[in-house]
Protein backbone atom coordinates (compact mmCIF):
# COMPACT_ATOMS: atom_id res chain seq x y z
CA UNK A 1 0.00 0.00 0.00
CA UNK A 2 2.95 2.46 0.64
CA UNK A 3 4.43 1.38 -2.34
CA UNK A 4 1.39 2.20 -4.12
CA UNK A 5 1.00 5.61 -2.30
CA UNK A 6 4.53 6.87 -3.17
CA UNK A 7 4.60 5.49 -6.66
CA UNK A 8 1.44 7.94 -6.97
CA UNK A 9 2.94 10.74 -5.33
CA UNK A 10 5.88 10.61 -7.13
CA UNK A 11 3.46 10.99 -10.17
CA UNK A 12 1.92 13.54 -8.92
CA UNK A 13 5.14 15.31 -8.69
CA UNK A 14 6.22 14.73 -12.26
CA UNK A 15 2.65 15.95 -13.26
CA UNK A 16 3.04 19.51 -11.27
CA UNK A 17 6.63 19.55 -12.67
CA UNK A 18 5.50 19.56 -16.31
CA UNK A 19 3.23 22.32 -15.71
CA UNK A 20 4.93 24.33 -14.22
CA UNK A 21 7.67 24.20 -16.82
CA UNK A 22 4.86 24.96 -19.01
CA UNK A 23 3.81 27.97 -17.40
CA UNK A 24 7.19 29.53 -17.16
CA UNK A 25 7.39 28.96 -21.14
CA UNK A 26 3.66 30.42 -21.33
CA UNK A 27 4.76 33.24 -19.19
CA UNK A 28 7.50 34.51 -21.60
CA UNK A 29 5.00 34.76 -24.27
CA UNK A 30 2.40 36.53 -23.02
CA UNK A 31 4.53 38.95 -21.82
CA UNK A 32 6.18 39.77 -24.94
CA UNK A 33 2.89 39.68 -26.37
CA UNK A 34 1.71 42.00 -23.91
CA UNK A 35 4.12 44.93 -24.29
CA UNK A 36 3.19 44.68 -28.10
CA UNK A 37 -0.62 44.97 -26.80
CA UNK A 38 -0.06 48.14 -24.77
CA UNK A 39 1.82 49.66 -28.12
CA UNK A 40 -1.30 48.83 -29.79
CA UNK A 41 -3.78 49.73 -27.22
CA UNK A 42 -6.10 51.49 -29.40
CA UNK A 43 -6.46 48.45 -32.23
CA UNK A 44 -9.81 46.85 -31.25
CA UNK A 45 -9.94 42.89 -29.93
CA UNK A 46 -12.05 40.07 -29.53
CA UNK A 47 -11.08 37.72 -26.55
CA UNK A 48 -13.02 34.00 -26.61
CA UNK A 49 -12.33 31.15 -23.90
CA UNK A 50 -13.13 28.17 -25.29
CA UNK A 51 -13.62 25.45 -22.33
CA UNK A 52 -14.16 22.09 -23.58
CA UNK A 53 -15.38 18.74 -21.59
CA UNK A 54 -12.43 16.33 -21.95
CA UNK A 55 -13.99 13.72 -19.78
CA UNK A 56 -14.14 10.11 -21.58
CA UNK A 57 -16.95 10.74 -23.97
CA UNK A 58 -15.71 14.06 -25.52
CA UNK A 59 -13.70 12.09 -28.32
CA UNK A 60 -15.71 13.75 -30.70
CA UNK A 61 -15.90 17.11 -28.79
CA UNK A 62 -12.24 17.58 -29.01
CA UNK A 63 -11.33 16.83 -32.44
CA UNK A 64 -13.83 18.90 -33.75
CA UNK A 65 -12.12 21.92 -31.87
CA UNK A 66 -8.52 20.57 -33.45
CA UNK A 67 -10.05 20.72 -36.13
CA UNK A 68 -12.26 23.85 -36.35
CA UNK A 69 -10.04 26.31 -34.35
CA UNK A 70 -9.45 28.20 -37.57
CA UNK A 71 -12.61 28.30 -39.01
CA UNK A 72 -13.94 30.39 -35.92
CA UNK A 73 -10.96 32.74 -35.93
CA UNK A 74 -11.74 33.06 -39.56
CA UNK A 75 -14.62 34.44 -38.47
CA UNK A 76 -13.30 37.57 -37.88
CA UNK A 77 -11.24 38.26 -40.57
CA UNK A 78 -13.73 40.84 -42.36
CA UNK A 79 -14.82 42.58 -39.15
CA UNK A 80 -14.51 45.66 -38.04
CA UNK A 81 -15.20 47.84 -35.06
CA UNK A 82 -14.91 51.43 -34.95
CA UNK A 83 -13.34 51.09 -38.53
CA UNK A 84 -10.65 49.18 -37.18
CA UNK A 85 -9.89 45.64 -37.92
CA UNK A 86 -10.17 43.72 -34.58
CA UNK A 87 -7.28 41.30 -33.68
CA UNK A 88 -8.43 37.72 -31.82
CA UNK A 89 -7.06 36.06 -28.34
CA UNK A 90 -8.06 32.78 -27.57
CA UNK A 91 -8.20 31.02 -24.25
CA UNK A 92 -8.24 27.20 -23.90
CA UNK A 93 -9.53 25.13 -20.41
CA UNK A 94 -10.93 21.82 -19.55
CA UNK A 95 -13.63 20.57 -17.07
CA UNK A 96 -14.31 16.99 -16.73
CA UNK A 97 -10.40 16.12 -16.72
CA UNK A 98 -10.36 13.67 -13.93
CA UNK A 99 -7.97 13.85 -10.86
CA UNK A 100 -4.83 15.01 -12.68
CA UNK A 101 -6.46 18.32 -12.98
CA UNK A 102 -4.62 21.69 -11.42
CA UNK A 103 -7.31 21.55 -8.46
CA UNK A 104 -10.00 19.12 -6.76
CA UNK A 105 -12.70 20.43 -9.07
CA UNK A 106 -10.70 18.71 -11.55
CA UNK A 107 -10.79 21.83 -13.62
CA UNK A 108 -7.83 22.76 -16.00
CA UNK A 109 -6.32 26.11 -17.73
CA UNK A 110 -4.38 25.03 -20.77
CA UNK A 111 -3.06 28.62 -22.18
CA UNK A 112 -4.97 32.31 -21.25
CA UNK A 113 -5.61 34.81 -23.82
CA UNK A 114 -3.28 34.83 -26.36
CA UNK A 115 -2.52 35.23 -29.70
CA UNK A 116 -0.42 32.46 -30.61
CA UNK A 117 -2.83 30.33 -32.26
CA UNK A 118 0.34 27.89 -32.99
CA UNK A 119 0.02 27.14 -29.38
CA UNK A 120 -3.77 26.80 -29.02
CA UNK A 121 -3.17 24.33 -31.36
CA UNK A 122 -0.54 22.29 -29.84
CA UNK A 123 -2.44 21.79 -26.76
CA UNK A 124 -5.68 20.79 -28.77
CA UNK A 125 -4.17 17.99 -29.87
CA UNK A 126 -2.33 17.61 -27.01
CA UNK A 127 -5.46 16.65 -24.83
CA UNK A 128 -6.76 13.52 -24.26
CA UNK A 129 -10.16 11.98 -22.54
CA UNK A 130 -10.07 10.39 -18.79
CA UNK A 131 -12.29 10.87 -15.94
CA UNK A 132 -16.27 11.85 -15.69
CA UNK A 133 -16.28 14.70 -13.16
CA UNK A 134 -17.71 17.74 -15.33
CA UNK A 135 -17.61 21.26 -13.10
CA UNK A 136 -19.16 23.83 -15.02
CA UNK A 137 -19.45 26.37 -12.08
CA UNK A 138 -15.68 25.84 -11.25
CA UNK A 139 -14.47 25.87 -14.55
CA UNK A 140 -16.49 29.02 -15.86
CA UNK A 141 -15.43 31.22 -12.31
CA UNK A 142 -11.89 30.15 -13.08
CA UNK A 143 -11.72 31.30 -16.62
CA UNK A 144 -13.74 34.72 -15.13
CA UNK A 145 -11.17 35.34 -13.03
CA UNK A 146 -8.11 34.61 -13.78
CA UNK A 147 -8.11 35.41 -17.49
CA UNK A 148 -6.59 39.20 -18.48
CA UNK A 149 -10.17 40.49 -19.66
CA UNK A 150 -10.17 43.73 -21.50
CA UNK A 151 -11.70 46.61 -19.54
CA UNK A 152 -13.21 48.20 -22.42
CA UNK A 153 -17.03 47.83 -22.42
CA UNK A 154 -16.68 47.86 -26.52
CA UNK A 155 -14.68 44.75 -26.43
CA UNK A 156 -16.63 41.31 -27.13
CA UNK A 157 -15.53 38.96 -24.48
CA UNK A 158 -17.69 35.32 -24.54
CA UNK A 159 -16.93 32.19 -23.10
CA UNK A 160 -17.98 28.57 -24.66
CA UNK A 161 -18.44 25.81 -22.69
CA UNK A 162 -19.32 22.63 -24.26
CA UNK A 163 -19.96 19.31 -22.08
CA UNK A 164 -22.40 16.70 -21.81
CA UNK A 165 -23.98 16.56 -17.89
CA UNK A 166 -25.63 18.77 -15.60
CA UNK A 167 -24.52 22.36 -15.88
CA UNK A 168 -24.76 22.36 -12.05
CA UNK A 169 -22.54 19.53 -10.90
CA UNK A 170 -19.78 20.55 -8.25
CA UNK A 171 -19.77 22.99 -5.21
CA UNK A 172 -19.87 26.16 -7.23
CA UNK A 173 -23.15 27.24 -7.70
CA UNK A 174 -23.46 27.46 -11.78
CA UNK A 175 -26.05 30.45 -11.41
CA UNK A 176 -23.98 32.50 -9.14
CA UNK A 177 -20.51 31.94 -11.66
CA UNK A 178 -22.45 32.84 -14.82
CA UNK A 179 -24.16 36.32 -13.03
CA UNK A 180 -20.46 36.93 -12.23
CA UNK A 181 -19.16 36.68 -15.44
CA UNK A 182 -21.72 39.22 -17.32
CA UNK A 183 -20.72 41.63 -14.66
CA UNK A 184 -17.66 42.13 -15.93
CA UNK A 185 -18.92 41.93 -19.27
CA UNK A 186 -17.92 38.26 -20.43
CA UNK A 187 -20.87 36.70 -22.32
CA UNK A 188 -21.69 32.77 -21.42
CA UNK A 189 -22.16 30.53 -24.09
CA UNK A 190 -23.35 27.50 -23.41
CA UNK A 191 -23.04 24.06 -26.07
CA UNK A 192 -24.65 20.72 -24.84
CA UNK A 193 -23.24 17.73 -26.60
CA UNK A 194 -26.47 15.67 -26.64
CA UNK A 195 -30.59 16.27 -26.99
CA UNK A 196 -31.98 20.05 -26.49
CA UNK A 197 -34.44 18.11 -23.87
CA UNK A 198 -31.68 17.24 -22.33
CA UNK A 199 -29.49 20.22 -22.30
CA UNK A 200 -32.60 22.02 -20.85
CA UNK A 201 -33.27 20.00 -18.13
CA UNK A 202 -29.23 19.76 -17.13
CA UNK A 203 -29.43 23.49 -17.09
CA UNK A 204 -27.47 24.66 -19.80
CA UNK A 205 -29.64 27.10 -21.36
CA UNK A 206 -30.83 28.61 -18.18
CA UNK A 207 -27.38 29.74 -16.83
CA UNK A 208 -26.86 30.82 -20.43
CA UNK A 209 -29.50 33.28 -20.07
CA UNK A 210 -28.08 34.20 -17.38
CA UNK A 211 -24.97 35.93 -18.57
CA UNK A 212 -26.81 37.26 -22.06
CA UNK A 213 -25.67 34.12 -23.85
CA UNK A 214 -26.97 31.36 -26.28
CA UNK A 215 -27.80 27.67 -25.72
CA UNK A 216 -26.84 25.60 -28.76
CA UNK A 217 -26.84 21.73 -29.50
CA UNK A 218 -24.73 19.85 -31.36
CA UNK A 219 -23.78 17.05 -32.04
CA UNK A 220 -20.37 16.47 -31.15
CA UNK A 221 -20.17 12.62 -32.60
CA UNK A 222 -20.01 14.09 -36.19
CA UNK A 223 -17.18 13.12 -38.54
CA UNK A 224 -15.26 16.43 -39.68
CA UNK A 225 -16.45 16.41 -43.25
CA UNK A 226 -13.80 17.48 -45.89
CA UNK A 227 -15.05 20.39 -48.48
CA UNK A 228 -12.76 19.87 -51.64
CA UNK A 229 -12.48 22.83 -53.82
CA UNK A 230 -10.39 24.30 -56.51
CA UNK A 231 -8.21 26.54 -54.90
CA UNK A 232 -7.03 24.20 -52.09
CA UNK A 233 -4.24 23.42 -53.63
CA UNK A 234 -2.58 27.29 -54.52
CA UNK A 235 -3.40 28.09 -50.77
CA UNK A 236 -1.86 25.02 -49.53
CA UNK A 237 1.14 25.86 -52.02
CA UNK A 238 1.36 29.73 -50.73
CA UNK A 239 1.34 28.41 -47.43
CA UNK A 240 5.00 27.16 -47.49
CA UNK A 241 5.93 30.00 -49.22
CA UNK A 242 4.48 31.95 -46.00
CA UNK A 243 6.29 30.25 -43.54
CA UNK A 244 9.86 31.33 -44.89
CA UNK A 245 8.88 35.08 -44.46
CA UNK A 246 8.89 34.18 -40.31
CA UNK A 247 12.37 35.27 -38.67
CA UNK A 248 13.29 34.27 -35.37
CA UNK A 249 15.27 37.10 -32.84
CA UNK A 250 15.10 35.96 -29.44
CA UNK A 251 15.95 32.58 -27.90
CA UNK A 252 12.05 31.34 -27.86
CA UNK A 253 12.01 31.40 -31.75
CA UNK A 254 13.71 28.37 -32.90
CA UNK A 255 10.94 26.62 -30.92
CA UNK A 256 8.18 28.49 -32.34
CA UNK A 257 9.03 28.13 -35.64
CA UNK A 258 9.51 24.15 -35.29
CA UNK A 259 5.98 24.70 -33.58
CA UNK A 260 4.15 26.31 -36.58
CA UNK A 261 5.57 23.30 -38.92
CA UNK A 262 4.42 20.76 -36.58
CA UNK A 263 0.80 22.91 -36.64
CA UNK A 264 0.84 22.82 -40.17
CA UNK A 265 1.72 18.72 -40.03
CA UNK A 266 -0.67 17.93 -37.65
CA UNK A 267 -3.73 20.01 -39.44
CA UNK A 268 -2.67 19.13 -42.65
CA UNK A 269 -3.25 15.19 -40.80
CA UNK A 270 -6.85 16.24 -39.66
CA UNK A 271 -7.60 17.19 -43.49
CA UNK A 272 -6.73 19.21 -46.60
CA UNK A 273 -9.85 21.12 -45.75
CA UNK A 274 -8.02 22.01 -42.13
CA UNK A 275 -4.78 22.66 -43.62
CA UNK A 276 -6.28 25.38 -45.73
CA UNK A 277 -8.40 26.55 -42.90
CA UNK A 278 -5.13 27.25 -40.85
CA UNK A 279 -3.39 28.44 -44.07
CA UNK A 280 -6.15 31.40 -44.57
CA UNK A 281 -5.93 32.34 -40.76
CA UNK A 282 -1.99 32.76 -40.82
CA UNK A 283 -2.70 35.12 -44.03
CA UNK A 284 -4.83 37.48 -41.80
CA UNK A 285 -4.09 39.61 -39.10
CA UNK A 286 -5.24 37.12 -36.32
CA UNK A 287 -2.06 35.59 -36.93
CA UNK A 288 0.61 37.50 -35.16
CA UNK A 289 4.08 36.49 -33.82
CA UNK A 290 5.73 39.81 -32.01
CA UNK A 291 6.97 37.60 -29.56
CA UNK A 292 9.39 36.09 -31.53
CA UNK A 293 8.93 36.89 -35.37
CA UNK A 294 11.03 39.58 -36.06
CA UNK A 295 8.99 40.69 -38.97
CA UNK A 296 5.59 41.22 -36.91
CA UNK A 297 7.26 42.15 -34.17
CA UNK A 298 9.65 45.43 -36.16
CA UNK A 299 6.24 46.91 -37.41
CA UNK A 300 5.00 47.82 -33.81
CA UNK A 301 5.56 51.66 -33.23
CA UNK A 302 8.92 52.17 -31.25
CA UNK A 303 10.68 49.00 -31.55
CA UNK A 304 13.87 48.97 -30.24
CA UNK A 305 16.36 47.97 -32.76
CA UNK A 306 19.47 48.27 -30.46
CA UNK A 307 18.05 45.75 -28.33
CA UNK A 308 18.36 42.15 -30.51
CA UNK A 309 20.99 40.00 -29.57
CA UNK A 310 23.13 39.02 -33.06
CA UNK A 311 23.52 35.76 -31.62
CA UNK A 312 19.73 35.06 -31.71
CA UNK A 313 19.40 36.33 -35.08
CA UNK A 314 19.33 34.20 -38.70
CA UNK A 315 23.15 33.66 -40.27
CA UNK A 316 22.18 36.35 -43.24
CA UNK A 317 21.10 39.24 -40.71
CA UNK A 318 24.32 38.71 -38.73
CA UNK A 319 26.45 40.30 -40.41
CA UNK A 320 24.37 43.62 -41.64
CA UNK A 321 24.02 46.82 -39.42
CA UNK A 322 21.09 48.06 -38.18
CA UNK A 323 20.05 50.32 -41.18
CA UNK A 324 20.75 47.03 -43.30
CA UNK A 325 18.80 44.77 -41.17
CA UNK A 326 16.04 47.61 -41.35
CA UNK A 327 15.83 47.15 -45.19
CA UNK A 328 16.36 43.42 -45.16
CA UNK A 329 13.51 42.72 -42.77
CA UNK A 330 10.86 45.68 -45.08
CA UNK A 331 11.95 43.39 -48.12
CA UNK A 332 10.81 40.34 -46.51
CA UNK A 333 7.46 42.15 -44.65
CA UNK A 334 6.26 43.26 -48.63
CA UNK A 335 7.36 39.37 -49.65
CA UNK A 336 5.03 38.16 -46.82
CA UNK A 337 2.15 40.34 -47.87
CA UNK A 338 1.88 39.52 -51.16
CA UNK A 339 1.45 35.56 -50.38
CA UNK A 340 -1.11 37.22 -47.94
CA UNK A 341 -2.89 38.85 -50.07
CA UNK A 342 -2.55 35.77 -52.68
CA UNK A 343 -4.30 33.83 -50.17
CA UNK A 344 -6.91 35.98 -48.92
CA UNK A 345 -8.15 36.35 -52.84
CA UNK A 346 -8.06 32.70 -53.34
CA UNK A 347 -9.51 32.24 -49.95
CA UNK A 348 -12.60 34.58 -50.07
CA UNK A 349 -13.32 32.68 -53.83
CA UNK A 350 -13.48 29.18 -51.39
CA UNK A 351 -15.64 30.43 -49.06
CA UNK A 352 -18.44 31.22 -51.58
CA UNK A 353 -17.70 27.44 -52.74
CA UNK A 354 -17.58 25.49 -49.19
CA UNK A 355 -20.23 27.77 -47.65
CA UNK A 356 -23.03 25.82 -49.83
CA UNK A 357 -21.52 22.51 -49.01
CA UNK A 358 -20.90 23.03 -45.37
CA UNK A 359 -25.03 23.90 -45.22
CA UNK A 360 -25.88 20.82 -47.01
CA UNK A 361 -23.47 18.45 -44.35
CA UNK A 362 -24.86 20.51 -41.22
CA UNK A 363 -29.11 19.66 -42.46
CA UNK A 364 -27.52 16.02 -42.99
CA UNK A 365 -25.31 15.49 -40.26
CA UNK A 366 -26.23 18.15 -37.14
CA UNK A 367 -24.80 21.44 -36.34
CA UNK A 368 -20.69 20.93 -35.52
CA UNK A 369 -18.90 23.17 -33.29
CA UNK A 370 -17.41 25.87 -35.44
CA UNK A 371 -20.70 26.46 -36.46
CA UNK A 372 -22.22 26.62 -33.27
CA UNK A 373 -19.57 29.34 -32.07
CA UNK A 374 -19.37 31.45 -35.38
CA UNK A 375 -23.15 32.20 -35.83
CA UNK A 376 -23.22 32.47 -31.97
CA UNK A 377 -20.03 35.13 -32.21
CA UNK A 378 -21.08 37.15 -35.36
CA UNK A 379 -24.87 37.69 -33.76
CA UNK A 380 -23.60 39.04 -30.09
CA UNK A 381 -20.33 41.06 -31.80
CA UNK A 382 -22.94 42.94 -33.95
CA UNK A 383 -24.41 43.86 -30.61
CA UNK A 384 -21.30 45.77 -29.68
CA UNK A 385 -20.34 47.37 -32.45
CA UNK A 386 -18.50 44.86 -35.15
CA UNK A 387 -19.71 44.69 -38.61
CA UNK A 388 -19.02 41.76 -40.81
CA UNK A 389 -18.11 42.94 -44.16
CA UNK A 390 -18.49 39.85 -45.73
CA UNK A 391 -20.57 37.62 -43.76
Not at 38 to 54: F, G, H, M, R
Not at 78 to 90: I, L, R, S
Not at 157 to 178: H, M, P, T
Not at 335 to 343: A, L, T
Request: hydrophobic content about 35%; glycine content about 6%; aromatic content about 6%.
Amino acid sequence: MKKQIYTCVAALSVIGFANAQQEVAIEKVTKIEAKEVKKKEQQAKVQIAIILDSSTSMNGLINQARAQLWDVVNTFIDAKVDGKVPFVEVALYTHGQGPSGDLGDFTRKIQPLTRDLDQISKELFALHTTGGTEYCGAVVTRATKELEWDPNPKTYKAIFIAGNESFKQGDVDAEVACKAAIAKGIIVNTIYCGSEAEGISGGWKACAMLADGTYTVINQHRAIAHVEAPQDAKILELNKKLNKTYVTYNDIGRDKVKLQKEADVQNAALSSNTAVNRACSKASGNYWNSSWDLVDASSVKDFDWSTIKDERLPAELKKLNIDERKKWVAEKRQERKKVQDEITKLASDRQKFVSNKQKELAEKDGVALDSAIRSTVITQAKKKGYVFEKK
